[in-house]
């Protein structure tokens, strides 16, 4: 078991600049979370995925942040255009759904950093 | 709404005491409750999860946690801390019906102390 992968683990980037997060996470999992951790706000839930389908997506803080599950195996979040204050650690973490107290597994994260 | 809180932002104790992380809930309905932790630079880990009719729960390396319904509470707990339980700890909440939406509370960063 390989673990929740995210990719890049740094992305640097400069204001209006379009940025993409990637996550591969445990197979088999049904479920798919993308949070977004600040010292300000904490650990935020911006959207979630079962079976490839967006179920909430109340967390996504505008429309300029984007989120898409293709398959099983892969999710991105796509910020377009990027703000210095988006500028945070993303968290892709997947579960199962055997029952309803899986805990969630994260991967190590995205550091992004908006100039 | 959902909501859970850890009202202290930092817990300090020394290695060889018991140390306590709070954490209160409010939700409508019977929740599923975690305690993860998280390392500098990496994700979260689980750590443990109340199960239905124990009030108090064991977990890893070592930590346990209490329920406490009428309280609304599920603090974490361990007998004896270790320097290298020295992290930031999170509590989460998921409801037991409709969907797996998991909220977490802002995180105790615990130190221990040699």
């Known amino acids: 078991d390989a673990g929740v992968i995210q990719s890049p683990r740094h992305e640097v980037t400069e204001m209006g600049q379009e940025v993409t997060l990637r996550c591969k996470p445990i197979?088999?999992?049904?479920?798919l979370f993308w949070y977004r951790q600040t010292m300000m706000r904490g650990l935020e839930l911006l959207i979630y995925f079962n079976n490839n389908v967006p179920i909430d997506d109340s967390g996504m803080p505008e429309d300029r942040f984007s989120a898409k599950m293709p398959n099983a195996s892969f999710s991105t979040l796509k910020i377009q255009p990027s703000e210095p204050r988006d500028s945070a650690v993303y968290f892709c973490?997947?579960?199962?759904?055997?029952?309803?107290?899986?805990?969630?597994?994260f991967g190590n994260g995205t550091r992004l950093t908006v100039t | 709404a959902q909501s859970v809180a850890q009202p202290e932002d930092q817990v300090n104790v020394a290695e060889g005491n018991p140390l306590t992380v709070k954490c209160t809930y409010s939700v409508s309905g019977n929740p599923y409750l975690f305690w993860y932790v998280q390392y500098p630079n990496r994700g979260l880990q689980f750590l443990l999860k109340y199960i239905t009719g124990d009030n108090l729960v064991k977990g890893s390396y070592g930590f346990e946690a209490e329920f406490n319904k009428s309280q609304t509470s599920f603090h974490l707990k361990k007998p004896s801390a270790l320097v290298s339980d020295s992290a930031l700890y999170f509590c989460a909440v998921r409801l037991n019906t409709g969907g797996f939406k998991t909220i977490f509370g802002a995180g105790t960063r615990l130190f221990v102390k040699a």
């Open positions: 973490a997947s579960t199962h759904d055997r029952n309803r107290n899986s805990p969630l597994h």
């Open positions: 197979s088999g999992h049904d479920y």
